[in-house]
């Protein structure tokens, strides 16, 4: 059963334009909501991340939008490049437990020159 | 980049042999986590560690095994191989718990024919 549900599978956006990626989860014991950002041959890597006490949180060209009441969240890259072409993946974790990090499937974004 | 090296990177096996990934890390960082990278399924937590001799199973922890003898080595180990277990594996490291905050090797690639 899949703790974070993300959308679209992949995602093709002209270089300029907007890329937004969205992410459901279901338990709200979750608290801490990252995005992780991952090149071919290589380990995912933090990106960004929220919590539920703020609705948006901008980091340069990256945003990140959550709805606590919908319990929805999702990354808005503006101005996308051809180097932001990568896997995203939104994830979930709970201040119980070890830190232990639920991922959703991931968003193979393309940006064309 | 954090000092995470996965050994070996590449590995091809058979069914039915044990298969041993090492997981090493510079950091002194407390917990240890071994995932799986699947298409379709994201990342899933296999084990985790929080400390030396401390482990505990993650969402998808059958036919695998764990062990941390030393902060810096945490070893995952398929006693018999199946080519469900075909993957890649990322080890990930963290200092803190509830922070979410990641850092992963570059994964190590099996093959169970």
């Known amino acids: 059963q899949q703790q974070v549900k993300q959308s679209p599978q992949s995602l093709i956006v002209q270089k300029g334009g907007i890329s937004i990626i969205n992410c459901a989860y279901e338990?709200?014991?979750?608290?801490?909501f990252p995005w992780y950002q991952q090149f071919p041959g290589k380990g995912p890597a933090l990106l960004i991340a929220?919590?539920?006490?703020?609705s948006e949180k901008k980091e340069g060209r990256f945003t990140i939008s959550f709805n606590k009441s919908a319990k929805q969240f999702s990354l808005h890259i503006m101005d996308s490049q051809p180097g932001d072409s990568a896997t995203y993946f939104c994830?979930?974790?709970?201040?119980?437990?070890?830190?232990?990090?639920?991922f959703g499937t991931g968003t193979r974004l393309t940006v064309i020159p | 980049d954090a000092g995470i090296t996965q050994s070996p990177r590449h590995k091809v096996t058979e069914t039915g042999t044990p298969v041993t990934l090492r997981c090493h890390q510079t950091?002194?960082?407390?917990?240890m986590y071994w995932y799986r990278q699947d298409p379709g399924h994201g990342l899933r937590l296999i084990h985790y560690?929080?400390?030396?001799?401390?482990?505990d199973k993650g969402e998808v922890s059958d036919g695998y095994s764990v062990s941390r003898s030393k902060t810096e080595d945490f070893l995952l180990t398929l006693e018999s191989a199946t080519s469900s277990q075909t993957s890649v594996y990322f080890c990930?490291?963290?200092?803190?718990?509830?922070?979410?905050?990641?850092?992963f090797g570059e994964g190590s690639r099996l093959t169970v024919l």
């Open positions: 990930a490291i963290s200092e803190l718990t509830g922070t979410g905050e990641l850092f």
């Open positions: 338990n709200t014991a979750f608290d801490y």
């Open positions: 929220i919590r539920p006490d703020v």
């Open positions: 994830a979930a974790s709970s201040q119980t437990g070890a830190n232990n990090l639920f």
């Open positions: 950091e002194n960082h407390r917990y």
């Open positions: 560690s929080y400390g030396v001799k401390d482990t």
